[in-house]
């Protein structure tokens, strides 16, 4: 059995893995809580290895996966201040369960540690670099899945594809320009909060809307609110409003028209991210829902014809990576189901196997 937790505050995500089968629950950090969840797992000899997602690692951490120990659950401690509400629930499940199951391998997955070299002129915003040295910087995010989706595309095709624009779709849809494995560029900022509008967050606006709100009487904590917790697809449409509800959603309804600036917020990017790696050799869509993102994909596709795009305008999507573009296309599309998940877990088998981080 592996276990694995997530934060999603005010709660911790509680994933139950045995025998390729997930079981998932949603728990509150109390003491009632952690008891549950070590009533759950049951005897420690059916425990083989435990998973937690760090949201954010700052500066703290370079790789993407690290066995927990005294000096990471300190420098766990140390990120907190970059995103209160998620690190504080992650130290608190690593430490309670490393220290109740000290003998299990445990893993630290580090979302931002994938984005931790980009280069100086996509991680620097322009404002004094005293505060640059600070850590007011471009971390990025979902650098688990991206890492996953560069490695997924090198097994199918390596020897044609080098530079890639990896697009996530979801909740919080994100993108990654990857140039031989490497990150170049993305667009999460110091939170995800920045880049695409969310299922809450806001996107890309002009910081002085703060500025203003503020001077009309409205809080900094209620600006922080708004824009973190009460925008994006719910703010837009003014009801709860998730990615699946985006995609599927009629033209006649408010919900459209979220959907026709997601659309356009990600062609932007591809246009921007495709001439920052000087061409693209894939556009890589991956989601946990991929079939039914599928019309979605297509849509942005079409717009894309100008890059040398041709699309196999018959073929559905169906296995888990596929590529929708015919064999004289310029660039391939290719499209893969994820989820952060699965990716965790299979992470902390191959730790169990061979006894270190893969």
Same mark, same amino acid.
């Given at each position: #059995? ?37 009533e759950?797992?049951?005897a ?16 703290l ?11 990471i ?7 907190i ?6 690190n &504080? ?5 690593a ?9 299990? =391998? ?11 070299n ?23 995010g ?5 890492? !996953?989706? !560069? ?21 919080t ?8 494995? #490497?990150?170049?560029e993305?667009t ?7 880049g695409? =509008?969310?299922f ?15 001077s ?5 904590? &209620? ?15 003014g ?5 699946l ?69 018959s ?14 296309s310029k660039?391939?599309?290719l499209? #893969? ?6 990716? #965790? ?7 169990i ?6």
């Amino acid at each position: #059995m592996i276990i694995l937790f997530r934060p999603l505050p005010p709660f911790v995500e509680f994933c139950k893995v045995e025998n390729d089968k997930i079981s998932i629950d949603k728990v509150l950090l109390d003491q009632d809580g952690i008891n549950k969840i070590i009533e759950d797992v049951g005897a420690e000899g059916q425990l083989e290895g435990i998973g937690c997602l760090l949201k954010h690692g700052g500066e703290l951490f370079a790789e993407t996966a690290s066995l927990i120990n005294e000096e990471i659950l300190n420098k766990v401690s140390e990120s907190i201040r970059l995103a209160p509400e998620y690190n &504080e629930l992650t130290l608190k499940v690593a430490r309670v369960f490393f220290e109740k199951f000290s003998g299990i =391998p445990q893993v630290l997955f580090c979302d931002t540690a994938y984005f931790s070299n980009l280069p100086d002129e996509a991680s620097t915003y322009a404002v004094p670099y005293v505060l640059r040295e600070q850590g007011i910087r471009r971390y990025g995010g979902y650098g688990l899945i991206h890492n !996953w989706i !560069w490695k997924r595309t090198q097994q199918y095709d390596g020897r044609n594809i080098n530079k890639i624009v990896s697009i996530r779709l979801g909740d919080t849809p994100n993108i990654a320009a990857i140039k031989e494995g #490497m990150p170049v560029e993305t667009t999460i900022g110091f939170t995800s909060v920045e880049g695409l =509008p969310s299922f809450q967050g806001c996107g890309d606006i002009d910081p002085t809307i703060v500025f203003q709100l503020n001077s009309s009487g409205v809080s900094l904590q &209620e600006i922080h609110n708004l824009l973190s917790n009460d925008s994006g697809f719910s703010g837009f449409s003014g009801q709860t409003c998730h990615y699946l509800d985006v995609i599927k959603n009629k033209p006649t309804t408010d919900i459209f028209k979220v959907k026709e600036i997601l659309r356009y917020d990600i062609i932007k990017y591809i246009g921007a991210y495709v001439s920052l790696l000087g061409g693209v050799d894939a556009l890589v869509f991956s989601a946990s829902y991929l079939k039914e993102s599928e019309r979605f994909i297509k849509e942005i596709c079409n717009r894309l014809n100008f890059l040398g795009l041709i699309r196999e305008k018959s073929q559905d999507i169906k296995s888990p990576v596929q590529e929708l573009t015919k064999k004289g296309s310029k660039i391939k599309v290719l499209c #893969m189901e994820q989820s952060q998940r699965d990716i #965790m877990a299979q992470a902390v088998k191959k730790t169990i196997k061979k006894g270190v981080i893969i």
